[in-house]
C-alpha cells in the first residue's frame, strides 16, 4: 500500500515537471496558408522580409487600401501601414485569430493587459495605447477601425477613431491583447517568439519489446482504453490489449483470430498491400472504419475504376509498358468502408463491404502512400497518395493540379452523394469534397486535393496537443529525406525539388515545371542521405509523432522520426522557438530496456536491433511505439537503458515476471517506399534476421 502511495507520489511529481503546452499553431497567413519566401513575393509597399504572406499583388491592394485612408497625419498615417501590413506577417493567421472569428485588424499588443509570455519578446510595446494617442482625434477614410465590436452595435457617424470609442481604455479593450503561451499580439513589427528554455539533444531513446509480429498499422481504440487496432501490410487487423508500462507483460494479441482478414482482397507485395487504417470519428456509436488497401483487377472482379493515367491530366496508359509484370493500372489503390458491431464487447466486424469510398488506377508498381487519417478538429478523411512510381515522376503528376497522384487528399465520407452526383463531378467513389478544400480558390486544382508536390508520403500524423500541426514524411529520390508541415493547400515541390534541392528529372513525357512557377514550402526537417551510416546503402525516411507521453520527460514535445533501414538510431525533432515551425534535428542512438518483457538483439551485428522500421504509432496513454520487421516497441524511460536525462525521476523497479517468448508470426515483406520497380525486392528471414537486396542507385 505505501509502495503504491509512493508510486503515484512520484508520478505525480513527473507529471507536474513536465511543461504545460496550451495549444498553438505555426506560422500561417490568413488563409490558413504556409508563408512563402518574400524574395520571390516583389513587395514593394510592405517591407517584410524572410517568410511573408503576401504576394505582389497583395502588397499593392494594401497600398490601395493606405491611399483610401486619405491620413494627412505622418504620425498616425505611419503607424496605420504597419498595421495594414500585418497581414504579411508570417504569424498573420494567428494575429488575426482566423481560427476563431475574422477580424478587420490584427490584435494589437496592449499592456494594460497582464502578459506572461514565453512566445514574444520579453519587452512588448503598449502599440494599442500609442495608436490611439496618434490617431484617436484624425480622420480616417474607410478606417479598418469603424466598426469591429461585439458591444456596440451601430458604428459611429464620423471618420475619427473617437467617433466610436470614448477613450484608450474603451478602444484597446476591443482591440488590444497581449502576447502569452496561445497567442501572440502586433506591436508594430514582425512578430518574434522567444527561444525555447532548454534543447539540449536527448542522450538517447529507450525502448521495450512488447511482441514479435510486425505491423504496419496502429490505431488506438477510441473507447479510452489500452486496446489497439493494429494491421499488417498482407491484409488482416487484430484488436490487441497494450499493456501497462511497468508490468513486465507483452502484447495481449491472438494471432489466429483476426479482426478482419483480407487477405483474399489485397495484393501484397513489397509496396503493395493494406497500407492504411483510420476508425471514424464517430466509431464508439456507428462502428464505420475504413481500410486503404492495393488490389490487383486480374485476380478480383471488384478491383476496378478509372486509370489515374488518363487524358485530363496528358497522360497515355497504352504509352505506358508493363511493370514488374505489371500493366499500367492493373494494381488500384482502394479504400473500403466497414462497420463492426459496437453492441458487443469486441466490436464484432461485419465481414462484407459497405461501401466502395475510392477506388483509382495506378500507373506503377511504386510510391502509392496509402496512410488515411481523420482530421482531429474537422473530421475529414485524409489520404496519402505518392506519385505513382518510375524515376523522377516521369509524367510530373505531382506537380499536375489535375492529377490525385502526388497529392494528399482531403474527403468528405459523411456526406455521400447519389450515383448521378459521383458521375457528373467526376468523383472516384463515394465521397463528396469539403466546401473548404483548396479548389474553392484555385480552381484549377483538383477539389480533393489539400496539398501537392509529394514523391511518396510515408506515415503522417497531427499533433495530440496541437492539431494544427500536421506533419508528413515524404521518401526522397537520389539525396533527400524530409519531414514536411502539410498546410491547405500548400505545394511542397517535388518533382521541381528534392527536399530543398532542384531536382533535374531524366525524362518529362509528361513535361515540367519550372522553379519560377511555384511557390514551394520546403521542409523543416529531414537529412541527406549522405548522413546515414545503412549497411544496406539506400535511405527511406519513416514519418513519426510528437512524444507526448510522461515516461521521457526529455523527449517531450519532440518530434520522432527514423529511416526505413534503421542505421545511426532515432531522429529526434527539437522545435525552437516554439510554435515558430523552426527545427533542428539530430539522430540518437537507441537501445533496449534491460527488463524487456521481449529480449530485443540481432545475431547479426550489421543489422539494427529492431530491424527495418516500417511506422510508428501511439495509444490512448499517449505512449509512442515503434512497429519493426523484428516486432513491436514501446519507447519507456531513458533510465531503463542507462541514458541521462536531468529531468527524469528515476525510481526502483522490480524485476519483471520471466514470460516466455510469443513465437514469431508470419514472415512480411519490407514495405520499400523509396526505390521503384527498378529495384531487387527484399526478402525476410524469419527469427529476426533480415537481409535485405543491394538496390540500384536511382
Partial sequence: MIGSL????????????????????????????????????????????GSVCCDSAQDLQLQKQFKAMNVSDPGCASLLKLVLCARCDPLSGELYRVEHAPRTVPVLCNSSVSANSTRSQLYILDFCSNLWDQCHNKSISNSPFAFESKAKTTAGS????????????????????????ASVCFSGGPVKLAGAENSSTPSGVCVEKLGNGSYLNMVAHPDGSNRVFLSDQPGKIWLAMIPEQGSGEILGIHESSPFLDLTDEVHFESELGMMGLALHP????????????????VKWPECSGRCSCNSDVGCDPSKIGPDNGANPCQYHSVISEFTANQSSPSGTVIPKEVRRIFTMGLPFTAHHGGQILFGPKDGYLYFMMGDGGSIGDPYNFSQNR??????IMRLDVDNLPNSTMISESGLWGNYSVPEDNPFSIDKELAGEVWALGFRNPWRCSFDLERPSYFLCADVGQDLYEEVNIVTKGGNYGWRVYEGPILYHPPQSAGGSTSASSIKPIFPVMGYNHSQLQNPQGSA?????YFYRS?????????????????????????????NSGNFTSAQVPYGCANDSPIQ????????????????????????????ASSGLYRIVSPSRCNFACSKETVTPRSPPVSTPSPSPSTSIATPWRHRGPEFSLLSLIISYIFLFCMSCNL
Fill in 6 to 49: 509512493a508510486m503515484k507520489m512520484v508520478l505525480l511529481s513527473l507529471l507536474f515537471s513536465l511543461p504545460v503546452h496550451c495549444s498553438a499553431s505555426y506560422p500561417l497567413c490568413t488563409d490558413l496558408r504556409a508563408p512563402f519566401n518574400a524574395h520571390n513575393a516583389g513587395l514593394a509597399f510592405c517591407q517584410y522580409n
Fill in 158 to 181: 464620423g471618420n475619427r477613431i473617437s467617433d466610436s470609442w470614448s477613450s484608450a481604455a474603451e478602444f484597446c479593450n476591443e482591440f488590444g491583447g497581449t502576447s502569452d503561451n
Fill in 282 to 297: 464517430n466509431y464508439q456509436n456507428n462502428g464505420r472504419f475504413f481500410v486503404s488497401f492495393n488490389c490487383d483487377k
Fill in 402 to 407: 489535375k492529377s490525385l497522384l502526388g497529392k
Fill in 540 to 544: 527511406s525516411i519513416t514519418g513519426g
Fill in 550 to 578: 510522461t515516461e521521457d520527460p526529455c523527449l517531450y514535445g519532440r518530434y520522432l522520426y527514423a529511416d526505413l533501414y534503421g542505421g545511426g538510431g532515432i531522429w529526434v525533432g527539437t522545435e525552437n522557438p516554439e
Fill in 600 to 627: 530485443c538483439g540481432t545475431e547479426d551485428e550489421s543489422l539494427s536491433v529492431l530491424g527495418a522500421i516500417f511506422s510508428f504509432g501511439q495509444d490512448n496513454s499517449k505512449d509512442t511505439f515503434v512497429l
